[in-house]
């Protein structure tokens, strides 16, 4: 099966800088990566995916890279603003199988 | 479009009894997922469904159950409550395939005393 670790329970940073969360995954197999972004009292919201045939993928102020030699991904998010406070989890996929979920770190953003 | 509804929101329960749990997806939407989460697990997987199909399980006890319906609706089910069993009660529905976005309601928050 597929396992997904925790680097970092929680980061704290100040707004303007740059974020990065890590994540890694035992399966060499997995072939699809989400990082989702959960509010208090709301459910995950997809932010950001990447496969396993590329190493990098951007989107707005979000940037997710995949190592696939060590099975370690990253996002790393430009000029955080207090408003990406938030716990962040990166999910897996092996096949035509399930998502499994890492157990999110939580990102605190300061004035 | 409205997104993937769940109800209750919050609820209460005693040990030994048994709670319904309901998941309205995405319009469209006919793959539907149930997550627990909790602190000290994180978000773990409990059943996909599609089209009225069970498509994969997790490692959790037969007490667990669910279903869908032709609507793409879906209900789980927890019997004989155990104190351990609060959580919060995430559906996620997407288009087809698990490897496509997951979309997630705010999740039913369960409590058993």
């Known amino acids: 099966g597929e396992s997904v670790g925790l680097h970092l329970p929680t980061l704290s940073v100040q707004e303007g800088d740059n974020s990065i969360i890590n994540c890694a995954y035992s399966n060499s197999a997995s072939d699809y990566f989400i990082w989702y972004k959960q509010e208090s009292g709301k459910g995950p919201q997809f932010i950001i995916d990447?496969?396993?045939?590329?190493d990098k993928r951007q989107g707005q102020r979000v940037t997710v890279l995949l190592n696939k030699t060590v099975k370690h991904l990253s996002l790393q998010i430009a000029a955080t603003q207090p408003g990406d406070s938030a716990v962040y989890f990166c999910a897996v996929l092996s096949g035509y199988s399930t998502l499994t979920f890492g157990k999110g770190t939580m990102l605190l953003v300061s004035p | 479009k409205a997104g993937v509804t769940q109800t209750p929101r919050y609820l209460i329960k005693t040990r030994g009894q048994q709670v319904t749990l309901s998941c309205s997806p995405i319009s469209g939407h006919r793959s539907v997922s149930w997550y627990q989460q909790t602190p000290g697990q994180g978000l773990q997987f409990l059943f996909e469904?599609?089209?009225?199909?069970?498509?994969n399980k997790g490692n959790f006890p037969g007490r667990f159950s669910g279903r869908q319906f032709s609507n793409s609706r879906s209900e789980m089910n927890v019997s004989t409550l155990e104190l351990g069993d609060s959580a919060l009660y995430l559906c996620?529905?997407?288009?087809?395939?698990?490897?496509?976005?997951?979309?997630f309601g705010e999740g039913s928050r369960l409590t058993v005393l």
């Open positions: 990447i496969r396993s045939n590329m």
């Open positions: 469904y599609f089209s009225e199909t069970q498509r």
């Open positions: 996620a529905s997407s288009l087809n395939r698990p490897d496509g976005e997951l979309f």
